[in-house]
Every structure is written in C-alpha cells, then in structure tokens.
C-alpha cells in the first residue's frame, strides 16, 4: 500500500512540475508573441507556416514544451551537419585540385 501511495505521489509530483512548465512555457509564449507584435514584422506568413510545421511535427496545432525543445535540437543538428557538409566540400575541392595538380586519376 505505502509503495501505491508512494507511487501515486510520484506521478501527482510529475503531473505537478509538467503543469508548471507547460504554464511557464505558455507564457513565455504569449510575452514572445507580444513583443513580436511590438516588432517590425521580419518574416512572411508562409515562413511563419514553415517554423510552425518544423516545430509541430505530429500536425495537431499545438506545440507542446518537447516539441519545442526538440525543434530547437533539430535546428542545431541541421545547422552543424550543414557547416560539416560545407568543410567537406571544401576538403572535396581540395582533394581534387591537388589531384589535378599531381597529374593523378582515379579509376
């Protein structure tokens, strides 16, 4: 019994600090959205779409504090693999020149 009610007051703990992320997260939302509005408007209703969409991928009109974070993870991961596929490039080029220059083929 005493490891249900512990079990219990687990969740009920757990259920308490989502709800207050999710409310923290709300508003946070809401002063992001005022100060936008305060703003010039920098970007185009349909680039607004495409960070809604990235940002809420199970398509249900909401996003919630995961979605978020992992939006926010995806974006860092693209960028990174985007600067590594630029170096390797640039490597590629590299490489090929000094293939060039050398008078060396590759079968």
């Given at each position: 019994?005493?490891?249900?009610?512990?079990?219990?007051?687990?969740?009920?703990?757990?259920?308490?600090?989502?709800?207050?992320?999710?409310?923290?997260?709300?508003?946070?939302?809401?002063?992001?959205?005022?100060?936008?509005?305060?703003?010039?408007?920098?970007?185009?209703?349909?680039?607004?779409?495409?960070?809604?969409?990235?940002?809420?991928?199970?398509?249900?009109?909401?996003?919630?504090?995961?979605?978020?974070?992992?939006?926010?993870?995806r974006a860092r991961r693209a960028r990174a693999s985007s600067?590594?596929?630029?170096?390797?490039?640039?490597?590629?080029?590299?490489?090929?020149?000094?293939?060039?220059?050398?008078?060396?083929?590759?079968?």
């Open positions: 019994l005493r490891k249900a009610e512990g079990e219990i007051h687990l969740q009920n703990t757990e259920d308490r600090r989502k709800k207050i992320w999710d409310e923290r997260f709300r508003e946070a939302e809401k002063a992001a959205l005022v100060e936008q509005s305060k703003q010039e408007a920098s970007f185009s209703k349909e680039e607004l779409i495409a960070v809604i969409k990235f940002m809420d991928p199970n398509g249900d009109d909401s996003i919630n504090l995961e979605e978020f974070i992992q939006a926010f993870r600067r590594v596929q630029a170096s390797g490039l640039e490597l590629m080029l590299e490489l090929e020149q000094f293939l060039l220059d050398e008078n060396i083929s590759v079968i």
